[in-house]
C-alpha cells in the first residue's frame, strides 16, 4: 500500500513540474486590450482555423508579442494589419479582402461543395438508369427461359 501511495504522489509530483507560467500580458492594459482586438484579426499561420489570440502556438505567441511592440511604438491597427500583410501576404488576415489572389480562399469551399453534389447527382442519375436496365433484362431473360420450356 506504501508503495501505491508513493508512486502517487511521484506522480503528482512529476504533474506539478511540467506546469507552465501564465504568459505575461502587457504592462499596460490598453494596449493589451488593442493586441487582442487585432490578435482576433490575425489567422494563426501555424493551426490556420484560429486566430492568434485563440493559438498558443510559439508563432502565434511570437505575432501577439510583435503586435504589442508595434502598438508601444505608436502604430495604428491600420498600419499593424498593413504590416502583417505585407510581411506573410493576404493569407495572414482572418477574414481576407476579396480580390484576386484570394478568390479561391473565399469561393473555393463552394465550388468544391457545389462540384461534389453535382457528382453526386450524376451518379445517382447514372445508378437509377442502370437499375432500370438490369430490371429490363431480368425481366426479358425470365421471359425468354419460360418460353424456351
Known sequence: MSR???????GLLSLAAAAK????????????ARMLQIAQELRCLVCQNQTIA???AGLAVDLREQV??????????TQILQY???RYGDFVLYRPP?????????FGPAL???????????????RARLGDERFELDELDAAEQGGAR
Open 4 to 10: 501505491f501511495l508513493a508512486a502517487l504522489l511521484l
Open 21 to 32: 507560467d501564465a504568459p505575461a500580458a502587457a504592462a499596460d492594459p490598453a494596449i493589451e
Open 54 to 56: 485563440d493559438s498558443n
Open 68 to 77: 504589442r511592440t508595434l502598438l508601444r511604438e505608436g502604430q495604428s491597427e
Open 84 to 86: 502583417m500583410t505585407d
Open 98 to 106: 476579396v480580390k484576386g489572389a484570394t478568390l479561391v480562399l473565399w
Open 112 to 126: 468544391l461543395l457545389v462540384g461534389g453534389l453535382a457528382a453526386l447527382v450524376l451518379l445517382l442519375r447514372r
